[in-house]
DNA sequence: ACAGAAAGTGAGTAATTACTCAGATTGTAG
DNA sequence: CTACAATCTGAGTAATTACTCACTTTCTGT
C-alpha cells in the first residue's frame, strides 16, 4: 500500500498552539483506533477522522503511518519511567514495608494499563518497529529493573543473592502478568483486586522466602 | 479486501492422502508465515507459495484467511492439554516432589512455545477471532488450571486456601511470563536455565511460603 | 491592512491483497 | 479403458488503504 517509503521523523514541527493541539488530538485518535482495531486495521483515515482533521494534516506532521505508533510507544515509555521513579521515590522514605512498597509497584503498574489495555501489546508485536525504538525499550526495561533492584536493596529481610537478577524477575512478572489481566481478565475465577492480592504475596514470598 | 464474507468451515473435507498432505502442507507453511510476518502481514499468497501449491487449491480447505488461524489456534490448544495431562499423570505417580514437579510444568510450557515463540501471540492478539474460539480459550485455561489446582492437592506442605485460585494465578504466571520471554529474551541479563530457576523458586516460595 | 508563513483540506493515485472461476490434471471405481 | 470425482492451477477482480498535492483558510508580524 505504502508508494513510497517515509521516514520516521516529523515532517513539520508544529509551532502554533493551534497546531500542537491538533497533534495531541491525532495521538489520542491513533491511541483509539489502535486500541480497538489493532494496528493494521487501524487506518490512518480512520484516525484523522476520529481526530477531527483531514488525512491532508495528518501526514503534514507524521511521516507514515509506523511515526504515529513509535510516538505513542515513545510517550508510553517517558510516562512509566516518570510513574517508576514517583513510586521509587516514595519508597525512598522508608516509611513502607516490604508489602506495601511491592503493592504500590503493581498498583502503578496496574494504572498505566489501565485504560487502554490492549494498547501496548499493539504497539509491541503488531507495529514493525524499527531497531533503535526495540534498543530503546530493551533499556529502558533494563533501568526499570535497576531501580527496583534499588529499592529492593532497602529491605534488609531479602536475602536472596543476585539481587539484580531479582529484580528483573520481578518487573518481568509483574510486567507480563498485568498486560495478561489488562487484556484477558477472567473475573469470575479471580476478580482484579484479588489477583493484585495474590500477585503481591507471591512476590513477597519469592523474595524473604528461603534462599533456596 | 475481502469481497464476500466467508465462513469458518472448511471447504471441502480432503479424502485422499495427496490433499490431506497438502492441508497438512498449508497449515505448516502458514505457522511459519505467521511466525515471521505477523497475521496482517502474512498474506495468502506467500502461505500458498511456502507451502508449495497455489492459491486456489488453499481456498479448495479454508474458506478464508481466518479459518487458516483457527485452525492453527485450536491444534495448538489440543496440543498443549496433552502436554499438560502427560505432566499431571507423570506428576500423579507421586514420585516427585514440589519442586520437581513445578520444575515440569514449566519446562513442559517453555518447550511447548519453542519452536515458534511468537506464534500463539499473534494468532490470539492480532487475528480477529470469532467468539466461539475466544469461548473455547477461556474454557482450555480454566481447565488447565483446574489440573494444576488437582496436581497441587497432592502436596500436604501447600497450606495455602482458595487453592482452585491459586492454580490459576500459577497458571497466568506461568503461561505469561513463558510467552514473554520466548518472544524477547534478554540473555544478556538473565539466560533461559537461570530464568526457570528463578520461576520455579518464585512459584515454590508463593506455594509453600506463609499463608499471610 | 497586508504579505507571507503556518495550518488545513480531500479527491485522487498507486500499490497491495483476499478471494474467484473456468478449466487442466490426477486418481479411482467398474 | 472410460467416466466421474477429487484435486490443483493461476491469471484476473474488486476492495482496501497508505500517501500526495494543488489548493484554501487562518494566523502573525509589521
Same mark, same amino acid.
Given at each position: 500500500m505504502a508508494k513510497h517509503k517515509p521516514q520516521? @521523523?516529523?515532517r513539520r514541527p508544529p509551532v502554533q498552539s493551534r497546531s500542537r493541539a491538533t497533534v495531541d488530538e491525532l495521538l489520542a485518535a491513533a491511541a483509539q483506533v489502535f486500541e480497538s482495531h489493532g494496528y493494521a486495521a487501524g487506518t490512518t483515515n480512520r484516525i484523522a477522522q476520529v481526530a477531527g482533521v483531514s488525512i491532508g494534516t495528518l501526514y503534514q506532521y507524521f511521516p507514515g503511518k509506523d511515526a504515529i505508533a513509535v510516538a505513542l510507544l515513545e510517550r508510553h515509555i517517558v510516562e512509566t519511567e516518570e510513574r517508576l521513579r514517583d513510586w521509587a521515590a516514595r519508597a525512598a522514605? #522508608?516509611?513502607? #514495608?516490604l508489602r506495601a512498597t511491592l503493592n504500590g509497584y503493581v498498583t502503578v503498574m496496574m494504572e498505566t494499563h489501565? #485504560? *487502554?489495555?490492549r494498547l501496548q501489546h499493539i504497539l509491541l508485536e503488531e507495529t514493525p518497529l524499527p531497531a533503535r525504538v526495540h534498543q530503546d525499550l530493551l533499556k529502558s526495561e533494563r533501568r526499570a529493573a535497576a531501580t527496583v533492584t534499588e529499592v529492593l536493596h *532497602?529491605?534488609? @529481610?531479602? *536475602? *536472596?543473592?543476585?539481587l539484580d537478577q531479582v529484580g528483573f524477575l520481578v518487573v518481568q512478572t509483574v510486567e507480563s502478568l498485568t498486560h495478561r489481566f489488562a487484556a484477558h481478565p477472567d473475573e469470575q475465577v479471580m476478580p482484579c483486586d484479588r489477583f493484585l492480592g495474590e500477585l503481591v504475596l507471591m512476590l513477597t514470598a519469592y523474595l524473604v522466602g528461603p534462599a533456596r
Open positions: 520516521l @521523523e516529523r522514605t #522508608g516509611r513502607w #514495608g489501565a #485504560g *487502554r489495555p *532497602r529491605y534488609p @529481610e531479602i *536475602r *536472596r543473592p543476585h
